[in-house]
């Protein structure tokens, strides 16, 4: 069964640094997503992405995230200026279309760790 | 945020026994529900879902149940079997949107 794979299953950077985390969706979606989960925390919804723009942001997603398809098969979320409270477990997914129709498929998940 | 609430954060069932697991939501445009499984060190699998249409939903042995009235759901899982073991999320959409809202989860553990 297709899957989504997110590299690096870890990430370690100091506080201050840019990070990128990289998804490859299943090939036949057309919906990208990023999510995350604070330890201990509920999994919580970032942003949407829909033919090359985004669809729906959330107030978690401020001006130091964002998202691009650089290519046609590669989602990423670069992180300008990492903090420490951006430490958590970093979820990309994508579907076919509507939930209702297509649910959710998630990768296993980026650590992300702010030092 | 607790629209979508999961007031047990652990189960324990034997094996072989009906696993239940509850969800409560309190925004009313939610109209679509799914459970996800986690295992550790792997993102959430999509398990079963339902419409705000319907009040039952079954695949083989999971069944879940929507209450609108009382805003309630339930997983049902019969019989429960080790490998259930997980912690199960429950998750709601509003007007066929995609953006899911998560409960905190409950960590089920079915023993043999």
């Known amino acids: 069964e297709p899957e989504v794979t997110q590299t690096p299953s870890h990430q370690v950077t100091q506080m201050g640094q840019e990070v990128i985390l990289r998804c490859v969706p299943i090939?036949?979606?057309?919906?990208f997503y990023w999510y995350r989960q604070i330890l201990g925390q509920k999994v919580e919804f970032l942003v949407s992405?829909?033919?090359?723009?985004?669809?729906?942001k959330s107030e978690i997603f401020d001006d130091q995230f964002s998202v691009e398809r650089p290519d046609g098969s590669n989602f990423t979320l670069k992180i300008r200026s990492t903090k420490l409270e951006d430490s958590a477990m970093y979820f990309c997914?994508?579907?076919?279309?509507?939930?209702?129709?297509?649910?959710?498929?998630f990768g296993n998940g980026t650590r992300l760790t702010v030092t | 945020d607790q629209q979508v609430k999961q007031n047990s954060p652990s189960l324990s069932v034997q094996e072989g026994r009906i696993s239940i697991l509850n969800c409560d939501y309190t925004n009313s445009m939610f109209d679509y529900f799914l459970w996800y499984k986690k295992y550790p060190a792997e993102g959430p699998t999509f398990l079963i879902s339902?419409?705000?249409?319907?009040d039952k939903n079954e695949d083989g042995r999971f069944t879940v149940f929507l209450n609108k009235s009382a805003k309630h759901l339930s997983l049902h899982i019969v019989p429960s079997q080790p490998g259930d073991s997980a912690v199960y999320f429950c998750a709601a959409s509003a007007g066929g949107g995609n953006k899911l809202t998560f409960g905190t989860g409950t960590q089920l553990k079915v023993e043999l």
């Open positions: 992405f829909y033919n090359n723009e985004i669809s729906e």
């Open positions: 997914a994508s579907n076919r279309g509507r939930s209702y129709n297509s649910p959710l498929h």
């Open positions: 339902i419409s705000s249409i319907k």
């Open positions: 090939s036949n979606h057309l919906y």
